[in-house]
């Protein structure tokens, strides 16, 4: 039964993945390559291309990865497939920003995703891209540009009711604030990331603590202390 190995070889091979073992999940996603070409199933080639180019990326082989993505982009472009398209779009931006050799490039390639997604009604996505744009232009100290797109993609999470994407672009925007210098702004993000955190038990609540932590040692622990109470009406967390 041959759709049934290669649903098993493809499982398997996340197994290995999830656990970085990037050699074994390589070794069971190229066997379900190897039936899926052979079948002409060129819907699930596509995916099955995606995933050796995200192994390819995982171990800094850009060159593989690329190559592979590529494959997936032109099958889907070919079987009209527009959400795998966009999903081939966004990875090889991330692809390209890795990279770090031309921050245009992945720019290029997210907008791309990003236009995608809107042509689909995918809001989500669009969140995700705007923020991973954000993500980018952070990276390369155009503070503007990142704050930009990190309220794009805040206006998209909150619209959506989407709590744990809303209180990670928070904990960006406060990033962006103290990386300019603007503490004040970035204790508000903060302070705003940690209580969406604490209410929802959030998987964040761990960095956000720290970043507090930091801005409480820049701010001073009396300054902070009197903005945290003038901010929340309640003591700062002592943890």
Do not use: C
Not at 98 to 117: K, N, P, Q, S
Not at 178 to 199: S, V
Request: proline content about 2%.
């Amino acid at each position: 039964d041959a759709e049934e190995m290669v649903k098993d070889y493809r499982a398997l091979g996340l197994a290995d993945q999830y656990r970085f073992e990037h050699d074994k999940a390589e070794s069971w996603y190229q066997r379900a390559r190897e039936i899926v070409e052979e079948n002409r199933d060129e819907e699930t080639a596509a995916l099955i291309y995606h995933e050796l180019g995200t192994i390819f990326l995982s171990r800094y082989q850009f060159e593989e990865a690329e190559n592979w993505y590529r494959q997936s982009l032109t099958l889907s472009d070919q079987q009209g497939k527009q959400p795998q398209m966009a999903v081939e779009f966004h990875h090889l931006g991330l692809l390209a920003q890795t990279r770090g050799l031309d921050y245009e490039a992945a720019e290029d390639w997210y907008l791309l995703a990003l236009e995608m997604r809107e042509r689909l009604g995918d809001r989500r996505g669009m969140g995700d891209e705007a923020r991973q744009l954000g993500v980018l232009f952070q990276e390369h100290k155009r503070w503007e540009e990142a704050e930009g797109w990190y309220q794009q993609a805040r206006e998209i999470f909150e619209e959506l009711q989407d709590v744990l994407r809303t209180a990670r672009t928070f904990g960006q925007l406060a990033m962006v604030a103290e990386e300019r210098e603007n503490i004040p702004e970035a204790l508000e993000w903060a302070a705003r990331t940690y209580q969406l955190a604490l209410d929802h038990e959030l998987p964040v609540l761990v960095q956000v603590k720290s970043h507090l932590a930091r801005l409480r040692d820049k701010h001073g622990e009396d300054s902070f202390t009197q903005w945290w109470r003038g901010f929340t009406g309640g003591d700062p967390p002592t943890d």
